[in-house]
T-cell receptor, first 112, second 114 residues
Framework: QQQVKQSPQSLIVQKGGISIINCAYE??????FPWYQQFPGKGPALLIA?????SEKKEGRFTISFNKSAKQFSLHIMDSQPGDSATYFC???????????FGSGTRLQVQP | ETGVTQTPRHLVMGMTNKKSLKCEQH?????MYWYKQSAKKPLELMFV???????ENNSVPSRFSPECPNSSHLFLHLHTLQPEDSALYLC?????????????FGPGTRLTVL
């Protein structure tokens, strides 16, 4: 049973455009939602994270939008750049547990 | 060396071989993790160690045997693996405080089982 569903599987965006990746979760006990970025040959690295007490968090060109009632959260990359081309993973966990449950990943390609 | 390092970066082994993967973290963290990353599947948590004690084991087959001799080192001992075990094995560490925390990943070991 996949507890965090991520879409799309792949995404192609033109330079300067907005990239949007969506995730939906099932476990209402989840209370921490990070996004990880992974470049080829590297391990995933934390990009941005949110807790359900806020509906949006912005760090530079990256924004997480969170909808608790719909059990959905999304990553928006504004002014997408070729250097943003990577695989993005959403994840979720609940307080008191170290385990992260990951989505299946989205391969983003930003064309120059 | 900084961050989380893993060796070897690539490993090819037969089904009857015994090998070990090594992870070392240079961040002063107190928790370490093994994940499996297969093509077209989400990252799967395998084991969690906190202060050198295994605290989670996600129904991983016994052909995978973890070892955490101290808070900086983590091993994954492999024996009689199957071809479907071919994957990228990622190590991570974190500074566990009881709340959800940031996990820092190593570059992974690409394992191929023939």
């Amino acid at each position: 049973q996949q507890q965090v569903k991520q879409s799309p599987q792949s995404l192609i965006v033109q330079k300067g455009g907005i990239s949007i990746i969506n995730c939906a979760y099932e476990n209402t006990a989840f209370d921490y939602f990070p996004w990880y970025q992974q470049f080829p040959g590297k391990g995933p690295a934390l990009l941005i994270a949110i807790r359900p007490d806020v509906s949006e968090k912005k760090e530079g060109r990256f924004t997480i939008s969170f909808n608790k009632s719909a059990k959905q959260f999304s990553l928006h990359i504004m002014d997408s750049q070729p250097g943003d081309s990577a695989t993005y993973f959403c994840a979720a966990s609940k307080s008191g547990r170290r385990a992260l449950t990951f989505g299946s990943g989205t391969r983003l390609q930003v064309q120059p | 060396e900084t961050g989380v390092t893993q060796t070897p970066r690539h490993l090819v082994m037969g089904m009857t071989n015994k090998k070990s993967l090594k992870c070392e973290q240079h961040l002063g963290h107190n928790a370490m993790y093994w994940y499996k990353q297969s093509a077209k599947k989400p990252l799967e948590l395998m084991f969690v160690y906190s202060l050198e004690e295994r605290v989670e084991n996600n129904s991983v087959p016994s052909r995978f045997s973890p070892e955490c001799p101290n808070s900086s080192h983590l091993f994954l001992h492999l024996h009689t693996l199957q071809p479907e075990d071919s994957a990228l094995y990622l190590c991570a560490s974190s500074s566990w405080t009881g709340e959800s925390d940031t996990q820092y990943f190593g570059p992974g070991t690409r394992l191929t089982v023939l």
